[in-house]
């Protein structure tokens, strides 16, 4: 049964600020994220008959955010351009700009646990399924993200 109009509305309106903020946390790009978030909702409404409950679906865009980035950074084409604007804090409270823009700084593979984390509140469980990586493995990015967050963070004070 297809979604209303109305009801994919609610569906973006509910989850498009996690969506977008994880897109913009892995491509550190405002075009490429809105991109990816294009592309995500665009597969969601192809699929949407399939989602039984909110965890599921939460789960779901989770992962096809994180895929739809990683084909986008692996593109070819990306290697051949320069972007041409650096990322932007959308989306994020003003109490948390600094510090968003300084994890937007950490290398990928920490930035996104740290955003899952913080950000989405996920578990190292959940974050080890979106990821599809090993719980052991997320922690040590955590471990070391926050480590070189704490660490850049007190530069910036100085």
């Not at 977008?20 to 994220?33: E, G, I, N, Q, W």
């Not at 909110?54 to 320069?82: F, G, H, M, Q």
Request: glycine content about 4%; charged content about 30%.
């Amino acid at each position: 049964m297809a979604l209303t109009q109305e009801q994919r509305t609610q569906v973006v309106e509910r989850w498009g600020d996690m969506v977008y903020r994880l897109a913009l946390a892995r491509t550190a790009s405002v075009p490429d994220a809105e991109d990816v978030f294009q592309e995500v909702f665009l597969r969601y409404f192809r699929h949407e008959e399939r989602f039984q409950s909110d965890e599921y679906r939460k789960a779901w865009l989770l992962r096809c955010t994180i895929n739809r980035c990683k084909s986008l950074l692996a593109s070819p084409w990306r290697k051949r351009v320069v972007p041409l604007e650096t990322a932007e804090e959308v989306g994020v409270e003003d109490d948390y700009r600094e510090v968003y823009g300084t994890v937007l700084s950490l290398p990928e593979k920490y930035r996104a646990v740290i955003h899952l984390h913080y950000f989405e509140g996920l578990s190292v469980a959940e974050m080890a399924a979106a990821l599809n990586s090993t719980e052991g493995t997320v922690k040590s990015q955590l471990s070391r993200g926050r480590a070189l967050l704490r660490d850049m963070l007190m530069e910036v004070e100085l």
